[in-house]
């Protein structure tokens, strides 16, 4: 049984590119406003392409002229972003889905020269709903090495163990989706924007489009 599912936007031509070509522009990075709202419009729009894969129920719907029956989302779905670079996404997904409960979890690279990856990923802040039988979506801009990503799904396991996770990216690297393929306890589903080419040897995504957190929000000690 296949563990990972993907669906990677920029494989069919849309608008999409268009925001995702000022993304990386490093001429248009220094907009932090228009950086973090080109990945808000991402998020909208993975959402909305996620949506689809939901459980839905029909519902019958009032109009001032009769009745109708509509196809509603069975439940909402659990949103949880990481830290800080995860904001923009998270508010570009929470547009599509309202009423969801949201949870934030931090994460960061702790610079370690004795493992191999030359860094090994750190937890501190969470705050996070009961993910107990309901869609998870983890919400983070760049899937770099993955192992941010494999971490934080173990950490949120002891919240509850949801019906459908779903990962939500704007850039991955091949590596990343390895990992998480490699790692992966049940089922996900991964809804990225691209797929670059690689990492370089400090883990960042090549070409990508730099620090995320850094260019939405300012450099960081």
């Given at each position: 049984?296949?563990?990972?599912?993907?669906?990677v936007?920029?494989e069919?031509?849309?608008?999409?590119?268009?925001?995702?070509?000022?993304l990386?522009n490093?001429t248009r990075?220094?907009?932090?406003m228009?950086?973090?709202?080109?990945?808000?419009?991402?998020?909208?729009?993975?959402?909305?392409?996620l949506?689809?894969?939901?459980?839905?129920?029909?519902?019958l719907i009032?109009t001032?002229?009769?009745t109708?029956?509509?196809?509603l989302?069975?439940?909402?779905?659990?949103?949880?972003?990481?830290?800080?670079?995860?904001?923009?996404?998270?508010?570009?997904?929470?547009?599509?889905?309202?009423?969801?409960?949201?949870?934030?979890?931090?994460?960061?690279r702790?610079?370690?020269?004795?493992?191999?990856?030359?860094?090994t990923?750190?937890l501190?802040?969470?705050s996070?709903?009961?993910?107990?039988d309901?869609?998870?979506?983890l919400?983070?801009?760049?899937?770099?090495?993955?192992?941010?990503?494999?971490k934080?799904?173990e950490q949120?396991?002891?919240?509850?163990?949801?019906s459908q996770?779903?990962?939500l990216?704007?850039i991955a690297a091949?590596?990343?989706?390895?990992?998480l393929?490699?790692k992966?306890?049940?089922?996900y589903?991964?809804w990225?924007?691209?797929?670059?080419?690689?990492?370089?040897?400090?883990?960042?995504?090549?070409?990508g489009l730099?620090?995320?957190?850094?260019?939405?929000?300012?450099?960081?000690?």
């Amino acid at each position: 049984m296949q563990q990972v599912s993907l669906f990677v936007l920029a494989e069919q031509p849309s608008v999409a590119n268009h925001f995702m070509a000022e993304l990386r522009n490093y001429t248009r990075q220094t907009d932090r406003m228009r950086f973090r709202r080109n990945i808000e419009r991402l998020g909208g729009i993975l959402a909305y392409e996620l949506s689809k894969a939901l459980p839905y129920q029909p519902e019958l719907i009032t109009t001032p002229l009769g009745t109708t029956n509509i196809s509603l989302l069975e439940q909402q779905p659990v949103l949880v972003s990481i830290l800080r670079a995860g904001i923009p996404l998270h508010l570009g997904v929470l547009d599509y889905f309202d009423e969801a409960d949201s949870g934030f979890i931090g994460a960061y690279r702790h610079h370690d020269a004795t493992v191999p990856a030359g860094f090994t990923i750190r937890l501190d802040y969470q705050s996070i709903p009961s993910i107990q039988d309901r869609p998870l979506i983890l919400i983070d801009p760049m899937l770099a090495s993955g192992q941010t990503l494999v971490k934080v799904l173990e950490q949120i396991s002891k919240y509850g163990t949801p019906s459908q996770t779903h990962i939500l990216s704007v850039i991955a690297a091949p590596e990343g989706v390895s990992l998480l393929e490699e790692k992966a306890q049940h089922p996900y589903h991964l809804w990225v924007g691209a797929i670059d080419e690689q990492l370089n040897d400090k883990s960042y995504i090549i070409p990508g489009l730099g620090d995320a957190g850094d260019l939405a929000f300012g450099n960081k000690l």
